[in-house]
Structures are given as C-alpha cells and as structure tokens.
C-alpha cells in the first residue's frame, strides 16, 4: 500500500515562495495520477493542482494558475508544487493525493484514493 508525506510548509509573507514536496512510498509511483489540495479552517477541500502519470497534462485551480506549478519527478517517487507569489489566501493545510483511477486528471476530492497527512502553509500579510 502506497504512503504520502508532504513536507515544505512554513510560514512566509505575501509575495513569497514556497515548494512543497510529496514523497511516495510502498507502490510504483509513475502509474498514477497525482493531485495537490488545501484546506483552511472551517471550509471544505479545495483542489488545487494535478498532474498525469508522464507529467505531460497538468491542471489547475482559477485561483492559483499563473501563480503554482505542479511537477513530477518518478525516478524520485516524488511530486512538487511550486507557489509563487502567495497570499494571505493561500493559508491552509496543504495535501497531496493519489488517483489509481483514472487516466486524465480531476479536480474532485472523491476521485482520489491515498492522501497524505498535510503541511501547512501559513501566508502573513
């Protein structure tokens, strides 16, 4: 069974940057999709990125495109999220996800299979 651990969270003002890393382990990382998601306190999970089993299709959120960039890396087991010009908004729980689904990307939290525990990501203004 395949396990998930984000890490690269922290705390930083607006206007700064950020990536996050999503480690994998225990199951062939390349053979699934692979989506990023936030939560803030008191609102429901919000998608954010997602990237193909190649890296050749991404998509993301209104809300973060021009800003985020998801990337993969599967000869490390490893997905990324780069942020760059955060917001306050941004402010939330940060996690990534596994889709063993499907082929194509999705934005819907349900659609996805494995998720990891979060980091936060914490924007001052």
């Known amino acids: 069974q395949v396990q998930l651990v984000e890490s690269g969270g922290g705390l930083v003002q607006a206007g700064g940057f950020l990536r996050l890393s999503c480690a994998a382990s225990?199951?062939?990382?390349?053979?699934?999709?692979m989506g990023w998601f936030r939560q803030a306190p008191g609102k429901e999970r919000e998608f954010v990125a997602a990237?193909?089993?190649?890296?050749?299709?991404?998509r993301y959120a209104d809300s973060v495109k021009g800003r985020f960039t998801i990337t993969r890396d599967n000869a490390k087991n490893t997905v990324y999220l780069q942020m760059n010009s955060l917001k306050p908004e941004d402010t939330a729980i940060y996690y990534c996800?596994?889709?063993?689904?499907?082929?194509?990307?999705?934005?819907?939290?349900?659609?996805?299979?494995?998720w990891g525990q979060g980091t936060q990501v914490t924007v001052s203004s």
């Open positions: 996800a596994l889709d063993w689904s499907r082929l194509g990307v999705t934005p819907e939290p349900g659609d996805y299979d494995v």
């Open positions: 225990g199951r062939t990382f390349s053979s699934y999709v």
């Open positions: 990237i193909t089993r190649s890296g050749l299709r991404t």
